[in-house]
């Protein structure tokens, strides 16, 4: 499993207009092959009636999975510049299908290249990015006397406290980046003298926006 990893924020679509021509782009997760080609296929059947629908997808730890299809397009026209953005963008787990509709005005190959790339790269503009971080769950207890202290601590650190359960002792919960559970055991035994005892629970993806995304201008300027 990968300690950190980009994806898209949501499923999501956006559409643009060049040329008279609409290009509709589709967007969200695929863990798998099969969920990708599902999506592609729910895709094309909404859009029965389209001139193209093309689509790409990225899967896998190490990007294993790499598919680009042109769907009538002339060849490396649509499918592999949509999948170049995907591996631009950093982006796992995605799939991609840009549904066109032509407008009567023929864009040529590098005018098509550059519309299915704008129409993925304005698309996760749109939904946004998040980074996934794997988190180990850690439980740690302590006895109520050091309560106050560890809390205080806690929530002035750098790891996430998830929760704290008030029972014969106190256990708090605490997200801990899977890289620094020995360094948060060992700070944690030194916050308490030794007096806590600090599990490992289960693995966990927490992810967070990376922020606003500035639009790129590499289709405009080609």
């Known amino acids: ?7 898209i924020k949501s499923r999501g679509e956006h559409e643009i207009v060049i040329e008279k021509s609409r290009f509709i782009c589709h967007i969200q997760r695929a863990v798998s092959e099969e969920e990708a080609q599902a999506f592609i296929q729910s895709i094309k059947k909404q859009h029965w009636n389209a001139t193209h629908n093309c689509s790409a997808y990225l899967i896998g730890e190490h990007d294993m999975i790499q598919k680009a299809n042109d769907d009538g397009e002339p060849s490396g026209t649509a499918g592999v510049p949509m999948l170049e953005v995907l591996k631009k963008r950093k982006l796992k787990d995605t799939v991609v299908v840009v549904t066109r509709y032509f407008g009567g005005i023929k ?3 590098g005018g098509l290249i550059r519309a299915y790339g704008k129409s993925v790269s304005e698309a996760i503009n749109h ?7 794997l ?6 207890t302590i006895d109520y006397t050091w309560l106050g202290k560890v809390e205080n601590e ?9 929760e704290i359960h008030y029972a ?3 256990i708090f919960e605490t997200y801990v980046e899977e890289t620094q ?3 948060f055991i060992e700070w944690m035994t030194e916050l308490t003298n030794g ?6 629970g289960e693995l966990i993806y927490l992810e967070k926006d990376i922020g606003p995304i500035k639009e790129t201008d590499e289709w405009h300027n080609e």
Do not use: P
Request: one cysteine or more.
């Open 168 to 170: 014969e002792d106190v």
């Open 1 to 7: 499993m990968l300690n950190r990893y980009l994806t």
């Open 107 to 109: 864009l040529g190959a």
């Open 135 to 140: 988190m180990r769950t850690m439980h740690t």
């Open 195 to 200: 007096k806590s005892v600090t599990k490992e």
């Open 127 to 133: 939904v946004g990015i998040v980074e996934r971080c």
């Open 181 to 183: 559970t020995k360094q």
């Open 154 to 162: 806690l929530r002035a650190s750098s790891f996430q406290l998830k």
